[in-house]
T-cell receptor, first 109, second 116 residues
């Protein structure tokens, strides 16, 4: 079983739609959680950290459920520029980040 | 402020040749990570350093791969001899994590390696 699992997609949604991505992790001792975004042929970049209480950054909302070892990302009012691969990332009790294989999002006009 | 710098950006070489990838982390960051990304396996951590010291190299595929960090501003990843299955994008990332700083990692633009 992979340490971080994501639905690879692709998710094809129209502009303005709301889309949600899910992720599960296997290490119950994991301490930090993130969503990174990777554009085609570019490097991954931090989108947002994920906190136990849930957090929001504009159109993006991240949730963490430690009991179920589950992380989610909600994107509201999708824009064409949101088209990218979204990587679920988990840190255990070391400095290593474990990346999921990513969920591809394509927003169409 | 400059981000993580990697060179070369693209490398095409023939099987059996030595390949050296270079990375300059963000100034002041004391953790450095080397990753490999392929379509099949996604993003895999190869090795990471804290304060120039290798901490975990369990992701290094085999003895053909080696990494060094002679000082806080420079690291290399070497493949000798290279094989076609080493073809991938190699990313370097840095973080101020060591010593209790943020664990956000900042990635360089990557080196796209093709081994013929």
């Amino acid at each position: 079983r992979k340490e971080v699992e994501q639905d690879p997609g692709p998710f094809n949604v129209p502009e303005g739609a709301t889309v949600a991505f899910n992720c599960t992790y296997s290490n119950s001792a994991s301490q930090s959680f993130f969503w990174y975004r990777q554009d085609c042929r570019k490097e991954p970049k931090l989108l947002m950290s994920v906190y136990s209480s849930g957090n929001e950054d504009g159109r993006f909302t991240a949730q963490l459920n430690r009991a179920s070892q589950y992380i989610s990302l909600l994107i509201r009012d999708s824009k064409l520029s949101d088209s990218a691969t979204y990587l679920c990332v988990v840190r255990g009790n070391t400095d290593k980040l474990i990346f999921g294989t990513g969920t591809r999002l394509q927003v169409f006009p | 402020d400059a981000g993580v710098i990697q060179s070369p950006r693209h490398e095409v070489t023939e099987m059996g040749q030595e390949v050296t990838l270079r990375c300059k982390p963000i100034s002041g960051h004391n953790s450095l990570f080397w990753y490999r990304q392929t379509m099949m396996r996604g993003l895999e951590l190869l090795i990471y350093f804290n304060n120039n010291v290798p901490i975990d190299d369990s992701g290094m595929p085999e003895d053909r791969f080696s990494a060094k960090m002679p000082n806080a501003s420079f690291s290399t990843l070497k493949i000798q001899p290279s094989e076609p299955r080493d073809s991938a994008v190699y990313f370097c990332a840095s973080s101020p994590r060591s010593g209790g700083g943020s664990d956000t990692q900042y990635f360089g633009p990557g080196t796209r390696l093709t081994v013929l």
